[in-house]
């Protein structure tokens, strides 16, 4: 492999792509004449498959090699060879790091639905700084919702993941009603009475969100406005609410990186494991290896 210069840029040459760049199929030049026929036809799945795995396999960045041209303390060296290096230390420390697991409600999540969101989303459009000055839109229209839903989609987790899912949700919707006026927020979660339970007297402090224990069944868009229409099973009978906009809960977990460092260093641990007080360290079963706690 080396770099040389081509029309004032650099390039470099790996000598390891597996596979020339397939030729695009076209149509005969007699089939042309007379005609608006598209010339290239496309490839047959098979070659598309091939191509995308030969577009992949080089493993490496585009080879223009700018960012080496630029860094003038020379830190970028393209012939450095990849090294174990074997490092004696007094302790390991685990961080969570996060993603966020989406449920979507019998496809009611993505394109079909514009007014369903996630907590992620919303928790963008209340920054100061974002792209809607801190205001909560309807991404349908950009309308101000005057009724909100929170969900809750997945599952039985850890109580601490569900505590840590919920809060968020609420956090967000105590900051909406001091935004939007006259804003009616409900909270649908079948966790919902074991939450309540779980925060005692913190969740007394909050006023004006209905908390219903509940499990989602369907989510639908009804009407011109396209509104979200809820099915929930409540109480043992299904019920329908209609909410100008829907919030899914999302399910924080480890990023598989950081599943995969911990495994690497013989310990079990999920998301629950790193939740508890702020800049604590937690002892693990494995001497020498510690988590480093969040909230």
Same mark, same amino acid.
């Given at each position: 492999? *080396?770099?040389?210069?081509?029309?004032?840029? *650099?390039?470099i040459d790996f000598q390891d792509i597996p596979a020339e760049?397939?030729?695009?199929?076209?149509?005969?030049?007699?089939?042309?004449?007379?005609?608006?026929?598209?010339?290239?036809?496309?490839?047959?799945?098979?070659?598309?498959?091939?191509?995308?795995?030969?577009?992949?396999?080089?493993r490496r960045c585009l080879g223009c090699a700018l960012c080496?041209?630029?860094?003038?303390?020379?830190?970028?060296?393209?012939?450095?060879?990849?090294? !174990?290096? $074997?490092?004696?230390? !007094?302790? /390991?420390?685990?961080? %969570?790091?996060?993603?966020?697991?989406?449920?979507?409600?019998?496809?009611?999540?993505?394109? #079909?639905?514009?007014?369903?969101?996630?907590?992620? +989303?919303?928790?963008?459009?209340?920054?100061?700084?974002?792209?809607?000055?801190?205001?909560?839109?309807?991404? +349908? $229209? @950009?309308?101000?919702?005057?009724?909100?839903?929170?969900? +809750?989609?997945?599952?039985?987790? $850890?109580? =601490?993941? #569900?505590?840590?899912?919920?809060i968020l949700g609420i956090n967000e919707a105590v900051i909406?009603? =001091?935004?939007?006026?006259? /804003?009616?927020? %409900?909270?649908?979660?079948?966790?919902?009475?074991?939450?309540?339970?779980?925060?005692?007297?913190?969740?007394?402090?909050?006023?004006?969100?209905?908390?219903?224990?509940?499990?989602? /069944?369907?989510?639908?868009?009804? @009407?011109?406005?396209?509104?979200?229409?809820?099915?929930? &099973?409540?109480?043992? %009978?299904?019920?329908? &609410?209609?909410? $100008?906009?829907?919030?899914?809960?999302?399910?924080?977990?480890?990023?598989?990186?950081?599943?995969?460092?911990?495994?690497?260093?013989?310990?079990?641990?999920?998301?629950? %494991?790193?939740?508890?007080?702020? @800049?604590?360290?937690?002892?693990?079963? =494995?001497?020498?290896?510690?988590?480093?706690?969040?909230?």
């Amino acid at each position: 492999m *080396y770099i040389y210069e081509k029309k004032g840029r *650099y390039i470099i040459d790996f000598q390891d792509i597996p596979a020339e760049r397939a030729e695009m199929p076209e149509i005969e030049v007699e089939e042309r004449q007379g005609n608006f026929k598209e010339v290239e036809t496309g490839f047959p799945e098979e070659v598309a498959v091939a191509e995308a795995k030969r577009c992949f396999s080089c493993r490496r960045c585009l080879g223009c090699a700018l960012c080496w041209a630029e860094c003038k303390p020379e830190a970028i060296n393209f012939e450095m060879q990849d090294e !174990d290096l $074997d490092l004696e230390v !007094d302790e /390991v420390i685990l961080s %969570s790091g996060m993603q966020r697991k989406i449920r979507p409600i019998a496809g009611s999540y993505g394109n #079909r639905h514009m007014n369903v969101v996630t907590d992620l +989303q919303v928790e963008r459009m209340l920054a100061d700084t974002g792209a809607s000055n801190g205001f909560i839109l309807r991404p +349908q $229209d @950009g309308e101000i919702p005057k009724k909100i839903g929170f969900v +809750q989609t997945f599952g039985s987790v $850890d109580d =601490k993941v #569900r505590d840590a899912a919920l809060i968020l949700g609420i956090n967000e919707a105590v900051i909406a009603q =001091k935004r939007i006026d006259g /804003v009616e927020i %409900s909270f649908v979660s079948p966790n919902m009475d074991a939450f309540k339970t779980s925060a005692g007297s913190d969740l007394d402090k909050v006023s004006g969100i209905t908390f219903i224990n509940g499990t989602v /069944v369907d989510a639908a868009e009804v @009407g011109e406005n396209k509104d979200i229409e809820l099915k929930y &099973e409540a109480d043992g %009978s299904e019920k329908t &609410e209609t909410f $100008d906009l829907l919030v899914l809960l999302t399910q924080p977990q480890l990023p598989p990186i950081i599943e995969g460092a911990a495994k690497r260093l013989g310990v079990e641990v999920d998301y629950a %494991s790193f939740l508890g007080k702020p @800049g604590e360290i937690v002892e693990t079963d =494995k001497p020498g290896v510690v988590l480093a706690q969040n909230v």
